[in-house]
């Protein structure tokens, strides 16, 4: 019988209609394809059961999360090379249907799933989320924060670092992860103008770096509201060890039922990803109500590529059931228009792409150092969503298939037209 590697490397380069740019290694130890790139290795024929059953990202996420599929050799040139061909692509099924019309591939499907062995489907990974209809209500919104942040305090120590900042860093040349997200913490402060005794609404204040810098460095009373519980005793802590209880509150709250303002600045940092698009108005309507007039929103999001079709547009499958439960990309033309249509002039909008790969490649490496405390924290496939969710990020910020930007916008006074901004703003860089 031929070996398995060289029969999937057929198989993979008929559908696909090109040369498969990575070596596979099966485990019957055969090897196939471009000498010295990175290999895919499949240890078991039961990865290939979990791609039949699954076809495209989300089958691939479980064979990796379970252990069944791994890369050997660089990852982020693995996932480079394969982005084209996978992500970009996305679960294209007129391509695969018609594929299958040409007799030597379904010969080569029948053999693949001879080679798969038992017809039955492997059960998912348990770090996988049942996918529902995106909600947004309260109730989802606890659950899926949950699924995320609570992962344990300890684990995300070793991802972030001392920074404790889940959100992009803003670099410079032979900066460190800890002294970029210093700055960024400090960008965002700048752009809001914070100043002694201004009271500051931090939307998904995480673990309380945000709410202690602006107190501390800048003189704010600061609210910090978060739907991690353990997100919020962390916070608390740090705060307490800052001996600034009496100018930071860590709440557990959703940001829809803070009915204490108005506020001098709101900052939302890395938070508005998981609010969804049918409830995006809402979510800029009720911080437009909380702020004072002439009063300053940073709002640092994740932004995608805008499609022709935008009806066509799907969360991603892996991301959805491993990592971000009920997470939503807009373009930032639509946030910038849903921001203005709240009733915030939009003043500036600044890109910061390329940082959030450095910062990405940043968390890898600390995951990567800690892997055997992160595996002992959480589990083996917990520890391996993570690292594949990580590079993945990097990779496709790299190759601008996404982006990150922070707007600064602007309540201002109903009929006057003032924003209170200097004629050159950007003093902050």
């Known amino acids: 019988m031929q070996e398995a590697a060289p029969r999937l490397n057929s198989l993979v380069e008929q559908l696909l209609g090109a040369p498969l740019p990575l070596r596979i290694r099966a485990w019957d130890g055969s090897e196939a394809g471009p000498p010295g790139a990175p290999a895919l290795v499949v240890r078991n024929r039961r990865a290939l059961r979990r791609l039949l059953w699954k076809p495209g990202e989300l089958g691939l996420a479980r064979a990796w999360v379970s252990g069944d599929l791994g890369v050997e050799g660089d990852l982020y040139t693995a996932l480079d090379l394969i982005s084209g061909l996978v992500w970009d692509r996305g679960e ?40 529902r209809r995106h909600l947004h209500t309260k109730r989802s919104d606890r659950r899926a924060i949950s699924h995320h942040y609570d992962v344990g305090n300890d684990f995300y120590e070793i991802v972030l670092g001392p920074s404790m900042v889940y959100s992009c860093a803003y670099w410079d040349e032979g900066g460190t992860l800890e002294g970029a997200q210093r700055d960024k913490l400090e960008l965002v402060a700048g752009k809001l103008a914070l100043k002694p005794g201004q009271r500051l609404l931090d939307v998904g204040c995480g673990w309380g770096s945000m709410a202690i810098h602006a107190a501390r460095d800048h003189g704010a009373t600061v609210v910090g509201v978060t739907l991690s519980q353990e997100q919020a005793a962390y916070a608390r802590k740090r705060v307490a060890d800052e001996g600034l209880t009496d100018k930071v509150e860590i709440r557990v709250q959703d940001y829809r039922d803070v009915t204490d303002g108005p506020y001098d600045a709101i900052s939302s940092i890395g938070m508005a990803e998981h609010v969804g698009a049918e409830r995006y108005l809402e979510y800029a309507e009720v911080l437009n109500r909380l702020l004072k007039p002439g009063g300053r929103l940073l709002n640092h999001q994740i932004a995608r590529r805008p499609q022709r079709n935008e009806s066509t547009y799907s969360v991603d499958e892996f991301i959805d059931a491993y990592v971000f439960p009920d997470g939503e990309l807009a373009p930032v033309g639509t ?95």
Not at 102 to 128: N, Q, S
Not at 360 to 381: C, D, F, K
Not at 402 to 427: E, F, H, W, Y
Request: aromatic share 6%; with cysteine.
């Open 92 to 131: 294209d099924a007129r391509g695969l249907g018609e594929a299958l019309r040409d007799p030597e591939v379904r010969a080569a499907v029948r053999g693949l799933v001879r080679m798969a062995g038992p017809p039955l489907p492997p059960a998912p990974p348990v770090e996988e989320v049942r996918r």
């Open 335 to 429: 946030t910038v228009t849903q921001l203005e249509r709240a009733g915030f002039e939009v003043r500036d909008v600044e890109s910061i792409r390329e940082h959030y790969a450095l910062t990405l490649r940043g968390w890898v490496a600390n995951l990567e150092a800690g892997w055997s405390r992160a595996v002992r924290l959480t589990s083996p496939g917990r520890a391996r969503v993570w690292r594949l969710y990580m590079a993945a990020s990097a990779v496709a910020f790299e190759c601008n298939n996404i982006g990150v930007n922070q707007v600064l916008a602007v309540k201002t006074p109903d009929g006057s037209g003032g924003s209170g901004m200097p004629l050159r703003a950007r003093t902050w860089n």
